[in-house]
């Protein structure tokens, strides 16, 4: 399986541990959306995106990637980490897995864990989840790409 995943991680590394724990799952490579080669990704059996969340939204350099990509086929999964957790009704992830949906990609599953997070009132006092991703977080995301790499059916 060839595998890509576009990350944008600017805090604290956060997502980028999370990607890296996929990637050596699906022997895969990790790349920022401005390090991105465009064949690569057709080429490639599945391509993952994720990002840190920024007032309730994926990163925008993600967003804007995704976005910009040309209309193809193929299939995808979505991540991502935050300080605050995901909401039931409005998960993090769904804009983002709805757009690609639109530009032809068959999403097979998102993933989404907890992060540190210094966000404007949680600098005041350290920050929050200050051992996040921890190795519960890894070893769940570790599972999910898991059962995207065994085809085991779409996963959330």
């Known amino acids: 399986m060839k595998a890509v995943i576009v990350c944008v991680s600017v805090s604290h590394g956060n997502t980028r541990r ?3 724990t996929m990637a050596r799952v699906l022997d ?3 790349v920022s ?3 991105a ?3 690569e990704l057709a080429d490639a059996d ?3 995106f994720g990002a840190g969340v920024f007032y309730s ?3 925008p350099r993600l967003t804007d990637f995704a976005r910009s990509l040309p209309t193809g086929r193929g299939r995808a999964f979505v991540f991502a980490t935050s300080g605050l957790p995901e909401l039931p009704l409005a998960p993090f992830t769904r804009p983002l897995v709805q757009l690609l949906e639109g530009k032809g990609f068959e999403v097979d599953g998102s993933f989404s864990c907890r ?3 210094t966000w404007a009132p949680f600098k005041l006092v350290g920050g929050i989840n200050r051992e996040r991703p921890n190795i519960g977080d890894l070893t769940a995301a570790r599972a999910f790409a898991e059962r995207l790499r065994d085809g085991r ?4």
């Open 18 to 20: 999370v990607a890296d």
């Open 28 to 30: 895969g490579k990790v």
């Open 33 to 35: 959306p401005e390090e």
């Open 37 to 39: 080669d465009l064949e």
């Open 46 to 48: 599945l391509v993952g």
């Open 57 to 59: 939204r994926l990163h």
């Open 115 to 117: 992060a540190f997070d």
């Open 153 to 156: 059916g779409p996963v959330s």
